[in-house]
């Protein structure tokens, strides 16, 4: 693990280690540490964004199905009420994986400042991940991930839930009796 560590840190720095000064940084340093902070913040916004349009859309789906489902659609639409609830299932498999892959380049740029704070004077990142219990104690932190992975797993469960509702048991289990 250790070399693992190395390996990476090479990978971030364009200078030798060595050269270094933990604890010292150079201004060029703290700028590069600051535009990186930024991006981050700006990379927690669009996963808002992006979680937002997902809920946006399932929800506009909903208010079709309730529609469909009312007496004042028209029948020829009401052919619609199987397919909402399909096109429902693809949206929130799309939304599943992109909140997996927000997961998977936040984690990996959390461990980039990390890296960045061992040559800093603090490392209120590294300090507060600790405090936390690296994600791995619940009665301190649940990781918004694991919250937020379960929205759309709700709404496929929901989708799959109408799609069974709407299969015609009973002419099923006539035409099973033949």
């Known amino acids: 693990m250790e070399q693992d560590n190395t390996n990476k840190e090479n990978a971030l720095f364009n200078v030798p280690l060595d050269t270094l000064k933990p604890g010292e940084p150079t201004e060029s340093y703290l700028k590069q540490y600051k535009l990186y902070l930024d991006y981050l913040d700006r990379l927690s916004d669009r996963r808002q964004t992006a979680n937002t349009f997902f809920l946006t859309l399932n929800t506009g789906l909903c208010a079709a199905l309730a529609f469909l489902s009312s007496k004042d659609a028209a029948e020829e639409i009401r052919r619609l009420y199987f397919?909402?609830?399909?096109?429902?299932?693809?949206?929130?498999?799309?939304?599943?994986?992109?909140?997996?892959?927000?997961?998977?380049?936040?984690?990996?740029?959390?461990?980039?400042?990390?890296?960045?704070?061992?040559?800093?004077?603090?490392?209120?990142?590294?300090?507060?991940?600790?405090?936390?219990?690296?994600?791995?104690?619940?009665?301190?932190?649940?990781?918004?991930?694991?919250?937020?992975?379960?929205?759309?797993?709700?709404?496929?469960?929901?989708?799959?839930?109408?799609?069974?509702?709407?299969?015609?048991?009973?002419?099923?289990?006539?035409?099973?009796?033949?």
Request: aromatic letters at 14%; proline letters at 6%; hydrophobic letters at 50%.
């Open 83 to 178: 397919v909402i609830p399909l096109a429902g299932i693809v949206l929130s498999v799309f939304w599943q994986r992109l909140v997996s892959s927000y997961r998977q380049l936040s984690t990996a740029k959390f461990e980039v400042v990390h890296q960045m704070e061992q040559f800093l004077p603090m490392s209120p990142y590294k300090s507060e991940w600790s405090i936390l219990g690296g994600g791995k104690d619940r009665s301190k932190y649940i990781p918004l991930t694991h919250v937020e992975v379960w929205v759309p797993r709700l709404f496929i469960a929901m989708y799959v839930l109408l799609i069974v509702a709407m299969i015609p048991w009973g002419k099923i289990m006539e035409f099973m009796k033949c």
